[in-house]
């Protein structure tokens, strides 16, 4: 690592969970040592006015390593066209010049790209918002570490592409990457003490000013927005509280060991969830890394690949990585927040992108907001998983326009099939094309059940 020219707060990070690996920890946090999250404050209870002034201190940070690969992209996923012809950096750029309109205030913009995404996202800033993309401090890199030999833990190699014999490290990067690159540093002396972190295909997760002005206030060094996890979040990770120290602290899936699985299931119990919208005092965590000798120790996720991700049969892997969510454990006094789910939208699969460029949802301030016809609920997804991984796939589908979504109650798509803009799906529908040629669902309102096999 150290002759790739990685940072010390990087080897010290990767040290750290490398050290975690061999010692016998498997990462695994048992149900038996925590206990659910107590109620939380609900942001929208949040009353009094917004203090402007905080956003002299405050730096808002996209996390934008990720290319997408899930969804069969090979550029930054934020260049990803979302609704009409804007794409998630679009709307976040737009997001930010407003607000430095509205307020008379300079808020300072940071990306944490990777080798992968820099030089796309620098582009595109530079064409379509230039004095962003000529602002100093603007971009922050992000680490990598070598992927293991499963059976060794000697770092693995790919003859065929040198390149595969790393990984990123997880968002838990975060910090490192702050400290590694003299950015922390560079913050702090310019008189920044706020910092607001989310993931670029979110969204929802714009500066809050109420938000802000409460963090500021409660002198909280560090604070995570959780949304309620209903069914449909069950397998995510959640809050919990740790019974040894009364801590907060954030179990995701890969710390679950398959007996505590019901456990961690349980949206009764485990009633929080991260989303990964997190705000932090920079003050503090200069503090913590120092305190910990140039980085912050945080829990191991273990994950079990290939070295070659296209190709099944090569070297088994392990991949360390971290959470950066997983740093509420680290900072005492730390806190959680209720928001509403209009904070939580980011784009995982298909069915989350055909939805938002649908008119199921609006565009209001640069936020895609559920469209008040939908009633107060965005209708359930389910393409075919195996027809619709890849958004080529989703895109040929739909060469004839986004169907109307806004009647629609709930969307199951099995087989190949074309829609178009002068569709309109009412209610709950189920599409049916088990043949292998494409068919084209029918103009006008669809609804109920509808096979197109032998159309």
Not at 221 to 227: K, L, R
Not at 252 to 280: P, V, Y
Request: charged share 25%; hydrophobic share 40%; net charge negative.
């Amino acid at each position: 690592m150290e002759a790739e020219g990685i940072a010390p707060s990087a080897v010290s990070a990767f040290e750290s969970t490398f050290n975690s690996l061999v010692s016998g920890n498997t990462g695994m946090i048992p149900e038996s040592t925590i206990a659910p999250a107590p109620d939380l404050v609900n942001a929208e209870s949040f009353s009094g006015e917004p203090d402007t002034s905080l956003l002299a201190s405050t730096v808002v940070l996209k996390l934008n390593g990720g290319l997408g690969t899930g969804m069969g992209l090979d550029k930054a996923k934020s260049l990803l066209k979302v609704k009409g012809d804007d794409t998630f950096l679009d709307l976040t750029a737009k997001q930010i010049v407003a607000m430095r309109e509205e307020f008379k205030s300079n808020v300072k913009f940071m990306l944490m790209n990777s080798f992968s995404t820099s030089a796309d996202t620098l582009e595109f800033l530079q064409k379509g918002y230039p004095a962003l993309a000529g602002e100093a401090g603007l971009e922050m890199m992000q680490n990598k570490v070598p992927k293991l030999d499963a059976t060794t833990l000697e770092p693995a190699t790919c003859e065929s592409d040198p390149s595969n014999e790393w990984c990123p490290p997880g968002h838990g990067d975060l910090y490192a990457a702050l400290e590694g690159s003299g950015c922390l540093d560079s913050l702090l002396a310019d008189g920044y003490k706020y910092m607001f972190v989310s993931n670029s295909d979110n969204l929802g997760a714009s500066l809050d000013l109420s938000i802000l002005t409460h963090f500021a206030k409660s002198d909280a060094p560090f604070t995570m927005e959780c949304c309620e996890r209903t069914e449909n979040d069950k397998k995510g990770g959640h809050l919990a509280v740790r019974n040894s120290d009364g801590q907060l602290i954030l179990r995701e899936s890969a710390m679950c060991a398959d007996e505590d699985e019901a456990a961690f299931q349980d949206t009764g119990k485990h009633r929080f969830f991260n989303t990964n919208n997190l705000w932090i005092r920079l003050d503090k965590l200069k503090e913590i890394i120092n305190a910990n000798g140039g980085f912050i120790p945080l829990p191991m996720i273990k994950n079990k690949k290939t070295v070659d991700p296209k190709d099944d049969s090569s070297q088994k892997v392990l991949q360390l990585e971290t959470a950066m969510g997983a740093a509420i454990e680290c900072f005492k006094g730390a806190s959680a927040i209720v928001v509403p789910r209009t904070r939580f939208a980011p784009v995982k699969k298909c069915n989350d992108l055909l939805l938002l460029r649908s008119d199921a949802y609006l565009l209001e301030n640069n936020k895609p907001v559920l469209n008040p016809e939908c009633g107060g609920k965005a209708p359930t997804m389910a393409l075919d998983s195996k027809k619709y991984k890849l958004v080529g796939a989703l895109e040929e589908a739909t060469t004839g326009g986004i169907p109307s979504l806004v009647k629609c109650t709930k969307l199951k798509i099995s087989g190949l099939v074309s829609m178009s803009s002068k569709t309109s799906f009412v209610g709950d529908v189920s599409i049916v094309n088990n043949s292998d040629v494409r068919k084209a669902v029918p103009e006008g309102e669809v609804t109920g059940d509808l096979d197109l096999t032998a159309a």
